[in-house]
């Protein structure tokens, strides 16, 4: 069975950090890129970040730019965010999501072209 399960997610005061991680299972992970996507109550969702098979090419959304980090470790079959200096507008459920070929390079901004879904993870940033 297809399978990205993703963890990492929980609350953290302005200023923290925290790191998510999607793991996959009947499927190959290394030859699909993966993104990171986040929909909070009564908004759309939004695209985050997206990484590349090998890693070789990375992209961020204006609001996270410089302090999120996506990576990836296709050994252990694995896709990572690391999440810092966090704001309480960063406060969504973020979604892990794989799609064949590499990132798109414009549009599906909501991921649209994505395959395979995490089952997501609440992010909540409060004092």
């Known amino acids: 069975q297809v399978q990205f399960v993703e963890s990492g997610g929980g609350l953290v005061q302005p200023g923290g950090s925290l790191r998510l991680s999607c793991v996959a299972s009947?499927?190959?992970?290394?030859?699909?890129?993966i993104g990171w996507f986040r929909q909070a109550p009564g908004k759309e969702r939004e695209g985050v970040s997206c990484?590349?098979?090998?890693?070789?090419?990375?992209w961020y959304a204006d609001s996270v730019k410089g302090r999120f980090t996506i990576a990836r470790d296709n050994a252990k079959k694995t896709g990572y965010l690391q999440m810092s200096s966090l704001k309480p507008e960063d406060t969504a459920v973020y979604y892990c999501?794989?799609?064949?070929?590499?990132?798109?390079?414009?549009?599906?901004?909501?991921?649209?072209?994505?395959?395979?879904w995490g089952q997501g993870t609440q992010v909540t940033v409060s004092s």
């Open positions: 990484i590349t098979r090998l890693g070789g090419s990375t």
């Open positions: 009947g499927f190959t992970l290394s030859s699909r890129a």
């Open positions: 999501a794989a799609r064949r070929n590499g990132c798109p390079s414009a549009g599906d901004l909501s991921g649209d072209s994505y395959t395979f």
